[in-house]
């Protein structure tokens, strides 16, 4: 049975695998980015296509790496995490250290599989203007 | 404790909630599309802010409804569901009936709140083209 002990841990445990996710992309580290998601993630991502799976995830965060010359910030703020059991989710408002900042919104999903929790989804947008067809990119919280 | 049998009925009842949302969105029922979130609900919808409250969440789908003239389509697929406890998660895809029509990625978390399944986190979203500036709204799954 689920205690509310164990929900203060696994909180605590999901939020040091986004500190970890945070510190690797910081880092520009593919495998420590790599090893907060599950084989089977699926991601809805920034930029096109709608989704996509691990085939194409290492290589577009190096090339997200390879791409960005100065050192990577990233920020992960109001992060607000639901646990149950062996599932979870979180969501937070992520600051990039693009010129100027950019501020995305992310959605991330997880499962405890093998004892050790995984992102298995993750939603990362920023809002649109439908009628402009534009990307809505200068907002901050 | 929670049981395979738990799982499959808790899937089930998120299936539930997720299709009498489809047919209130569909019926143009704003009372109908508010039972499915909780009071507290943060969204992350298509268009801005990055984020809003219920504060102004009745009054935006009232707008939808009244500034859409046909009657609206709207169907989620590939609708995956995952449940632990009295915590859940769900990806889809999902389309619109707008000319042309449009689809959008949807993530909704869910909590178990007095025995019944709520919204209580959504993520609606376009892919964009950051260079460009621009939304991508002509994808197909």
Redesign the interface.
Known sequence: ??TADDTVKDEAAIRALVDAFVKAIRAKDVEGVMFAFAPDV?S????????HGREDFRGRWQALFEGHGPPLDYDVSDL?I????????S?S?NRTSATPE??V?W?A?Y?RIDGWWRI??E?V??????RA?????D???
Do not use: I, K, Y
């Open positions: 049975m689920t699926v809805f991502d920034l930029g096109p296509p709608l989704r607000n639901a646990v149950g059991g062996d599932v979870a989710f969501h408002l950019r501020w919104r959605t999903c499962r298995v989804h939603h947008s920023a809002p649109v203007d439908v067809g534009t990307a809505v990119l907002l901050v919280p």
